[in-house]
């Protein structure tokens, strides 16, 4: 968990947001958080998913107090839990909202499952550096910040998502810029063959308010 990791590693300034989804079984009678009582459901390994799933049956109000240990069925990838729903070995997967959005733009899967939205604790993407390393960590920075400020960031997100406006705004504090040869290094490099980024509508899901991504 965050905690643990925390006490091994020091975290870089976070560069992206996103939160748990459900992906249910097209024909599923789940269709919020609260149906998953009893249900078998499928998480990845080293994820947030178990915390957010036992956080969130307050969160959405559900008529009972937790999620019991022996339907949380964890799995070592994506792959491997996706197989498991769709071999009806589980009836719910948690994932990144992100991850669940590629993988139902397949036509061929968009068809088999779906995703319930749920309110959940928003998570934060940072990158791990090991306790003791502050200088490479201060590169680190520097270099998201000198990819901002360059569009690099907005470049990057562009060729994934297909727009330039990213939903989350980095938030650049607890370091300064004192150290100028890592502010130099920092400076990307990045080739200017990039095109203008598509615009492309995307489906609004039921009830979900969080900034829609384009993939």
């Known amino acids: 968990n965050t905690e643990k990791l925390s006490q091994q590693l020091d975290f870089s300034v976070s560069y992206f947001q996103d939160n748990k989804r459900l992906l249910v079984r097209q024909n599923s009678d789940i269709e919020d958080f609260c149906d998953i009582k009893g249900k078998r459901i499928a998480i990845v390994k080293g994820s947030l998913a178990k915390d957010r799933l036992q956080a969130a049956v307050g969160d959405n109000q559900c008529s009972f107090t937790q999620i019991l240990e ?26 990144d909202r992100i991850f669940l959005e590629r993988f139902l733009k397949d036509n061929s899967f968009n068809n088999l499952f779906k995703m319930v939205f749920f309110s959940t604790e928003e998570e934060l993407y940072s990158f791990g550096v090991l306790k003791g390393n502050e200088r490479f960590l201060n590169l680190v920075n520097y270099t998201l910040q000198e990819m901002k400020n360059d569009n690099t960031y907005a470049k990057i997100y562009c ?4 727009t330039d406006k990213s939903p989350y705004n980095f938030q650049f504090s607890g370091f300064t810029e004192n150290d100028p040869e890592l502010v130099e290094m920092a400076k990307a490099k990045l080739p200017s063959a990039f095109g203008e980024c598509p615009k492309e ?9 969080y900034p829609k991504y384009h993939i």
Do not use: C
């Not at 996706?82 to 719910?92: F, I």
């Not at 060729?159 to 297909?162: N, R």
């Not at 609004?204 to 308010?209: E, G, I, S, W």
């Open 159 to 162: 060729k994934w998502f297909q």
């Open 201 to 209: 509508d995307i489906h609004q899901q039921k009830n979900d308010n």
């Open 70 to 95: 022996k339907h949380i069925l964890p799995f070592e990838t994506h792959s491997s839990a996706l197989e498991a729903l769709r071999k009806d070995k589980v009836e719910v997967m948690v994932a």
